[in-house]
């Protein structure tokens, strides 16, 4: 039985360079490295002393590590004796601090009782990033509000939990992650099932492909909630890996790729449901269909609304991506009015250019260009409502480890009253959704005026579609350069989630950033017929570039319900042959309905008739009557 994937909101990134103090708060201080972290002892003296250590003459400030903390007196005694300046002696602690010449420390060295000997450095304190300061989470956190005592699940692609960012908060760990062929687990243990230590991690090999990580948006999204350098830094964290890899090039439309299941996800957050530990929020960066009013009646809530519910009556919300897809609506599960949907705003206070938005969109937060941790001791910028939620869902810690026995909806209600209100058009209504600010609702701070946003117009109404002989291609999005991350769904023959997970992929860490927006929809106001996105498509034979083609697929897979559950066509080869068509009716139809979501992903069509035409496409019989019917349709709109 085929399962069916949900999908995280794709982000494009780019990588900085950050070092982050500890803060003041944090309940557990991070340990002095022991022995194991160090260079071992070896018995030639040389090799125990940083390379370059004082070799331009005069003295160097250097730590000592010990290979047991009782030995810290007596090694320190030694040093003394040998005119070495001890300047710093910590009591129960494994190491020195000392100062002295090359000859000195290399002197020092041949005792046994010192495993190494390297420079002390100096880290310049890190910069209130722009995206907390906007929402005033610097000011939380002079206010003693860090979150302590409070968790955020994170139920992503894993975490690294040897990251600096994360300190000993990482309380808890499990990981779902489906299997089937093509499919493998990226559960540590390799099984479809883990709970306990490492049981996310996500450095794993299967996370690993041609020297990129695919599992790090989990990491990074952790960070922006509860890492040292993101809301809610006393946090605690627990981490969810529901990802499985897939190696399969029709779904993907690359040989591998991330995906998470729904059964993986429903195991999940009964997993997080069961805990007894307090957890705040619970952060999902991911979503599926779109929707431009609630969810709450549809099939599908009716699986993840009572999951949902019985978090919140534990005093724990749901935090979901509102989606990347420019929409005036939110993806599921966002629409599940019990959710808290996240739109995504930038750091000059701006919505952001691909967020979804209008009346479902509880909030909006930061999701521009976010530092925040990546596997292997690293931090990267990403964009995208992935970046967004975190944010709320840490702040959400912070509320409730300032107010504990406030219900939860309670604190929810105090973010949307506190925040600043973006003014804004949608659904042809003016709207208000409010900006996180975490300065009105916790530091006392006057809440800020309203801002009167104005998006670029998004052409979404097919009722009466107009003829428009022009083909021409005109500006499209800017995708992710590197299409590795990104993925689609599987076919799945149950009615159940509809939703897609895509996740993009880390670049590889460079000293020089590089820009990378959003896969999103495009604005271009004019149609191709199916016979010029066949060319453009065909082996780069048009004038739309590869990687832009490759977005709009993912779009469609991630909005569909016939691609890729019923048809193939997440890669440009497999959409190429469906828009060749052929003389049945069900292929006529998927040419006319690839060619109507091609022409919505660039911007002009809407989905009402696309949709009409799915549920004849899904039913089990279509007439052949039905199937020409629906076929005429689609093509109207594609005019």
Not at 303 to 325: H, M, Q, R, S, Y
């Amino acid at each position: 039985m085929r399962l069916r994937p949900l999908i995280v909101s794709s982000i494009a990134l780019l990588l900085l360079p950050l070092s982050a103090p500890a803060h003041a708060d944090d309940p557990t201080p991070t340990p002095s490295p022991s022995v194991s972290q160090t260079a071992p002892a070896t018995g030639d003296p040389q090799a125990k002393v940083e390379e370059g250590l004082g070799v331009d003459g005069g003295t160097e400030r250097a730590i000592v590590e010990l290979t047991d903390p009782a030995q810290n007196a007596p090694v320190a005694g030694r040093a003394a004796a040998e005119s070495v300046d001890v300047v710093l002696q910590p009591q129960s602690q494994s190491f020195m601090v000392v100062e002295g010449t090359a000859e000195e420390l290399a002197k020092l060295a041949e005792d046994p009782r010192v495993s190494s000997i390297h420079r002390d450095r100096t880290y310049a304190p890190a910069d209130v990033s722009p995206n907390l300061a906007l929402i005033g989470a610097d000011k939380a956190h002079a206010a003693n509000h860090t979150g302590a005592g409070q968790a955020v699940a994170v139920l992503d692609t894993g975490i690294d939990p040897d990251h600096p960012w994360f300190g000993n908060r990482i309380i808890a760990q499990a990981c779902f992650s489906a299997v089937e062929p093509g499919v493998e687990s990226l559960c540590a243990n390799g099984r479809p099932q883990q709970i306990g230590d490492n049981a996310a991690d996500a450095t794993t090999a299967k996370c690993v492909e041609g020297g990129v990580n695919l599992c790090d948006h989990g990491t990074h999204v952790a960070g922006i909630a509860a890492g040292s350098g993101g809301v809610a830094p006393g946090a605690n964290i627990v981490a969810v890996q529901v990802f499985s890899r897939v190696n399969d090039e029709d779904t993907c439309g690359e040989p591998t790729c991330l995906l998470a299941y729904e059964s993986s996800l429903r195991q999940a957050m009964d997993y997080v449901t069961a805990l007894e530990q307090p957890v705040a929020a619970v952060n999902l960066s991911l979503g599926g269909l779109l929707f431009e009013d609630d969810c709450d009646t549809t099939s599908d809530a009716a699986i993840f609304k009572p999951k949902i519910d019985a978090l919140l009556a534990k005093g724990t919300a749901t935090v979901v991506a509102a989606g990347n897809e420019f929409y005036e609506g939110v993806s599921y599960p966002a629409c599940i009015s019990t959710a808290v949907a996240v739109g995504a705003n930038d750091n000059s206070d701006g919505l952001a250019d691909f967020s979804n938005r209008g009346a479902l969109v509880d909030l909006f937060a930061p999701g521009v260009d976010i530092v925040s941790s990546v596997p292997d001791n690293a931090t990267t910028t990403y964009s995208g409502t992935s970046m967004a939620t975190p944010h709320v869902a840490g702040a959400l810690a912070l509320m409730k480890a300032a107010s504990p026995t406030t219900p939860m909806a309670d604190l929810v209600n105090t973010l949307k009253t506190t925040g600043r209100p973006y003014v804004y058009d949608a659904n042809g209504a003016q709207v208000t959704t409010p900006r996180l600010d975490l300065a009105a609702a916790l530091a006392g701070a006057a809440p800020q005026p309203p801002i009167t946003q104005v998006p670029n117009p998004d052409p979404t109404d097919d009722t009466e579609p107009v003829p428009d002989p022009g083909d021409g291609s005109g500006p499209t999005p800017e995708p992710d350069p590197d299409p590795r991350p990104t993925s689609s769904t599987s076919p799945v023959p149950l009615p159940t989630l509809t939703v897609t997970v895509t996740v993009t992929v880390t670049p590889t860490p460079s000293p020089t950033p590089n820009t990378a927006t959003v896969c999103t929809r495009g604005t271009e106001a004019k149609k191709l017929s199916a016979k010029k996105w066949a060319v453009e498509i065909h082996r780069s034979t048009g004038t739309i570039p590869d990687a832009t083609l490759t977005c709009y697929l993912k779009l469609i897979s991630k909005s569909s319900k016939v691609f890729p559950e019923l048809t193939k066509a997440s890669s440009l080869g497999t959409a190429y042959r469906v828009l060749k068509g052929g003389k049945a009716g069900k292929k006529k139809l998927d040419s006319a309905l690839l060619t109507g979501w091609l022409n919505w992903a660039r911007g002009t069509n809407g989905t009402t008739t696309l949709t009409a035409a799915e549920k004849v496409r899904m039913s089990s019989k279509p007439s052949t009557a039905a199937l020409k019917k629906a076929t005429k349709n689609v093509l109207k709109t594609v005019k």
